[in-house]
């Protein structure tokens, strides 16, 4: 039965050409796309798991405006760790990264 299933399945592909490239190409577009996505969503949950204390450890990213484009980025003002101990209940250290 299994045989038969492909042999029909074969004998379509060959019959509709066109049709069944631009099916396949789809498909693939779509699965190589998704992969993708669930790439970048493993590793941003992953991200700084190699901490101990990984859950009470939060990364400051910046919002800025350039001339109406608004760029986001890591890069923080340096006196933003003393602020953040001063304001913060119990904040234990704060780090800059590059």
């Not at 490239?21 to 796309?33: H, K, R």
């Not at 986001?72 to 304001?87: E, S, W």
Request: hydrophobic fraction near 45%.
């Amino acid at each position: 039965m299994l045989k038969n299933h492909l042999t029909l399945a074969w004998r379509n592909l060959l019959r509709n050409r066109s049709f069944s490239i631009i099916n396949l190409s789809g498909l693939a577009i779509g699965t190589a796309a998704t992969m993708c996505i669930l790439l970048w969503v493993y590793a941003e949950k992953s991200w700084d798991k190699h901490n101990e204390q990984y859950n009470t450890t939060y990364h400051v990213m910046a919002n800025r405006n350039f001339n109406g484009e608004i760029n986001t980025g890591p890069d923080m003002m340096f006196p933003l760790a003393a602020a953040a101990k001063a304001v913060l209940t119990n904040p234990v250290k704060a780090v800059r990264s590059k």
